[in-house]
């Protein structure tokens, strides 16, 4: 091994075009952490000092900025949009992977429309989503309109995610409980859905991720209140809506900075959860 | 009744799984159906190539946010792509495996940073950075093409590393058998053998760029006129609809709901060759 590096050393120090390539390769990776690094150290040092008890008042006036009722209605939006997305999402995994035959056109199908969806802009769905949820069916500017779009947003990571999961849990498994006598809907429950938990888990916190940190498609769907959401149809903007208002006014500045503190600090987190998700799930994989 | 049950659920699930489908389906009747009509009124030869955007005067000319969008696409995947793909193969190839981890959960930190974030960072950094090195007001196509190559990063660099990773390991033995040193081993047969893949993580990072509102709008400037050079503020398609949507009525929102149908029509173009790509590479 130490050979080996020594004679790569030798190889660089005398061939400039790997020497080249090696410098490459490793500027573009440092730059890209510096990058990261840079973002993140600067909103935090910026940040930190603003974060006083005002910015968390219960109540939002022009005068605390306050963006607890933003972090709240993030939460209702969150959860309500996963009401939707995930019973649909896994349902639709399920039929994928248990039901449907080998070369069933749906199949395709839903592949090609969930590839579709996932690469939609943002915008396009809040415009959608104006047009369909907040006019046609009449529910306003609500926090279900909201909801309800980013739902179809992260629908197809949930399926997808899902999908992996399921196809991941072994043929054998189906095989013995069908061998004890249980019926489909019995295995899928019992047997093969609890195997693929955390996959489908990891996609759900993918999804999350994607709902916290959404703002295009939520302005002209769930408004821009600044106040916490008092029903379902109410208006209420989320954190990154909030941010993105408080930004704008030019006023806030060192709330704006605050804000994204703590919206950093929520997709850290939410990352954090993936990453021990994901080393979960590949522990048990090499157990197994 | 255990028969009913069962076939209940499977219906069930198959509901479930033509959700996504009907979901495309309604998005595209909505767009289309809200705005071809003012496209054919507006003309669509004036809307696609018209060079003016002046709602107040019945102009609606989309070309200068077409041309802002592709510039600041093209922009983006200049710094994005060599950077994104380099980095992807120091963390395939090169990465020592005490930092692999970390750098891994950097890369997707770096997907999960919401828009806004990235917008008001480029705002208050490089807006003010851009003025200074380039002149100008410092809101541009530059600026905006910085920012946008961050953050279609992690996208090209999961790809692309994904794909690298694929490439059976023979390859680059067999680069290393024939004298070649580790970088050029790497670079030229195991980087080529993972060609598909990256292009595939590129084409994703186009959409990326190309969708992208919220950060564009922050650093923009979004004056709806084709940008004379890199530092001259730049419109795109989604910032377009952004701005406006707000206070627009009738034909304006309308030629608003055309503007976004421009965007998934180009969107749909990379969607349908990037899974014919695919298709074809299998």
Same mark, same amino acid.
């Given at each position: 091994?130490?050979?080996?590096?020594?004679?790569?050393?030798?190889?660089?120090?005398?061939?400039?075009?790997?020497?080249?390539?090696?410098?490459?390769?490793h500027l573009a990776a440092l730059l890209t952490m510096l990058a990261l690094?840079?973002?993140?150290?600067?909103?935090?040092?910026?940040?930190?000092?603003?974060?006083?008890?005002?910015?968390?008042?219960?109540?939002?006036?022009?005068?605390?900025?306050?963006?607890?009722?933003?972090?709240?209605?993030?939460?209702?939006?969150?959860?309500?949009?996963?009401?939707?997305?995930?019973?649909?999402?896994?349902?639709?995994?399920?039929?994928?992977?248990?039901?449907?035959?080998?070369?069933?056109? $749906?199949?395709?199908?839903? &592949?090609?429309? #969930? +590839? !579709?969806? /996932?690469? %939609?802009? =943002?915008?396009?769905?809040? *415009?959608?989503?104006?047009?369909?949820?907040?006019?046609?069916?009449?529910?306003?500017?609500?926090?279900?309109?909201?909801?309800?779009?980013?739902?179809?947003?992260?629908?197809?990571?949930?399926?997808?995610?899902?999908?992996?999961?399921?196809?991941?849990?072994?043929?054998?498994?189906?095989?013995?409980?069908?061998?004890?006598?249980?019926?489909?809907?019995?295995?899928?429950?019992?047997?093969?859905?609890?195997?693929?938990?955390?996959?489908?888990?990891?996609?759900?916190?993918?999804?999350?991720?994607?709902?916290?940190?959404?703002?295009?498609? $939520?302005?002209?769907?769930? &408004?821009?209140? #600044? +106040? !916490?959401? /008092?029903? %379902?149809? =109410?208006?209420?903007?989320? *954190?990154?809506?909030?941010?993105?208002?408080?930004?704008?006014?030019?006023?806030?500045?060192?709330?704006?900075?605050?804000?994204?503190?703590?919206l950093l600090a929520v997709v850290i987190l939410i990352n954090a959860v993936?990453?021990?998700?994901?080393?979960?799930?590949?522990?048990?994989?090499?157990?197994? | 009744?255990?028969?009913?049950?069962?076939?209940?659920?499977?219906?069930?699930?198959?509901?479930?799984?033509?959700?996504?489908?009907?979901?495309?389906?309604?998005?595209?009747?909505?767009?289309?159906?809200?705005?071809?009509?003012?496209?054919?009124?507006?003309?669509?030869?004036?809307?696609?190539?018209?060079?003016?955007?002046?709602?107040?005067?019945?102009?609606?000319?989309?070309?200068?946010?077409?041309?802002?969008?592709?510039?600041?696409?093209?922009?983006?995947?200049?710094?994005?792509?060599?950077?994104?793909?380099?980095?992807?193969?120091?963390?395939?190839?090169?990465?020592?495996?005490?930092?692999?981890?970390?750098?891994?959960?950097?890369?997707?930190?770096?997907?999960?940073?919401?828009?806004?974030?990235?917008?008001?960072?480029?705002?208050?950094?490089?807006?003010?950075?851009?003025?200074?090195?380039?002149?100008?007001?410092?809101?541009?196509?530059?600026?905006?093409?910085?920012?946008?190559?961050?953050?279609?990063?992690?996208?090209?660099?999961?790809?692309?590393?994904?794909?690298?990773?694929?490439?059976?390991?023979?390859?680059?033995?067999?680069?290393?058998?024939?004298?070649?040193?580790?970088?050029?081993?790497?670079?030229?047969?195991?980087?080529?053998?993972?060609?598909?893949?990256?292009?595939?993580?590129?084409?994703?990072?186009?959409?990326?760029?190309?969708?992208?509102?919220?950060?564009?709008?922050?650093?923009?400037?979004?004056?709806?006129?084709?940008?004379?050079?890199?530092?001259?503020?730049?419109?795109?398609?989604?910032?377009?609809?952004?701005?406006?949507?707000?206070?627009?009525?009738?034909?304006?929102?309308?030629?608003?709901?055309?503007?976004?149908?421009?965007?998934?029509?180009?969107?749909?173009?990379?969607?349908?060759?990037?899974?014919?790509?695919?298709?074809?590479?299998?």
């Amino acid at each position: 091994m130490a050979e080996s590096i020594r004679q790569n050393v030798k190889i660089r120090r005398t061939d400039p075009q790997s020497f080249l390539l090696f410098f490459l390769v490793h500027l573009a990776a440092l730059l890209t952490m510096l990058a990261l690094l840079f973002i993140i150290i600067y909103i935090l040092v910026k940040g930190i000092p603003h974060l006083t008890p005002d910015l968390f008042s219960r109540t939002y006036t022009s005068e605390n900025v306050s963006l607890f009722p933003a972090l709240i209605n993030t939460l209702l939006i969150t959860v309500v949009s996963l009401l939707f997305a995930v019973p649909v999402g896994v349902g639709a995994a399920i039929y994928l992977t248990e039901y449907a035959r080998r070369g069933n056109k $749906l199949v395709g199908i839903t &592949g090609v429309a #969930a +590839e !579709t969806l /996932s690469g %939609i802009p =943002s915008i396009v769905y809040g *415009l959608f989503g104006s047009l369909f949820f907040v006019k046609y069916l009449g529910f306003g500017l609500s926090l279900l309109s909201g909801s309800l779009t980013l739902s179809i947003m992260i629908l197809p990571l949930i399926m997808r995610t899902t999908e992996e999961a399921l196809k991941s849990v072994p043929d054998s498994y189906r095989e013995g409980s069908f061998g004890l006598g249980a019926g489909k809907l019995r295995t899928v429950f019992s047997i093969v859905l609890p195997c693929a938990v955390p996959g489908i888990l990891s996609g759900i916190i993918l999804g999350v991720g994607r709902i916290v940190g959404e703002s295009a498609a $939520l302005i002209f769907t769930a &408004g821009t209140v #600044a +106040e !916490t959401a /008092s029903s %379902i149809f =109410s208006s209420a903007r989320t *954190l990154s809506v909030h941010m993105y208002s408080i930004s704008g006014e030019g006023l806030y500045i060192g709330q704006t900075y605050a804000t994204a503190v703590v919206l950093l600090a929520v997709v850290i987190l939410i990352n954090a959860v993936s990453n021990y998700a994901a080393k979960k799930i590949g522990g048990e994989r090499t157990d197994g | 009744m255990k028969h009913f049950k069962e076939s209940a659920m499977k219906c069930l699930f198959l509901t479930t799984a033509c959700v996504s489908v009907a979901a495309v389906i309604l998005i595209c009747i909505f767009l289309f159906a809200n705005g071809v009509p003012a496209i054919q009124k507006i003309g669509v030869f004036h809307f696609l190539l018209g060079i003016t955007w002046k709602p107040a005067n019945n102009l609606y000319g989309n070309l200068p946010m077409i041309i802002g969008s592709l510039y600041v696409t093209a922009g983006a995947l200049l710094i994005g792509v060599p950077v994104g793909i380099l980095t992807a193969v120091f963390m395939a190839r090169f990465c020592p495996k005490q930092i692999y981890r970390p750098m891994k959960a950097a890369v997707n930190l770096m997907a999960g940073i919401p828009s806004v974030v990235y917008g008001f960072f480029g705002l208050v950094v490089l807006v003010p950075m851009v003025r200074d090195l380039f002149g100008g007001r410092g809101m541009s196509v530059l600026t905006a093409s910085i920012l946008l190559g961050l953050m279609i990063l992690p996208t090209i660099i999961s790809v692309s590393e994904t794909s690298i990773r694929a490439v059976p390991n023979s390859y680059y033995e067999g680069g290393l058998a024939l004298g070649a040193s580790h970088e050029k081993s790497v670079f030229f047969t195991v980087v080529p053998a993972a060609k598909s893949g990256i292009f595939a993580g590129v084409v994703l990072g186009i959409g990326r760029a190309i969708g992208e509102t919220m950060a564009v709008m922050m650093v923009a400037g979004n004056q709806a006129a084709i940008p004379a050079g890199v530092t001259s503020g730049v419109r795109t398609l989604t910032t377009n609809i952004v701005l406006e949507m707000g206070y627009s009525t009738d034909l304006h929102r309308e030629a608003l709901i055309g503007t976004a149908v421009i965007l998934f029509v180009f969107i749909l173009i990379i969607n349908i060759s990037l899974s014919l790509f695919k298709r074809s590479v299998q």
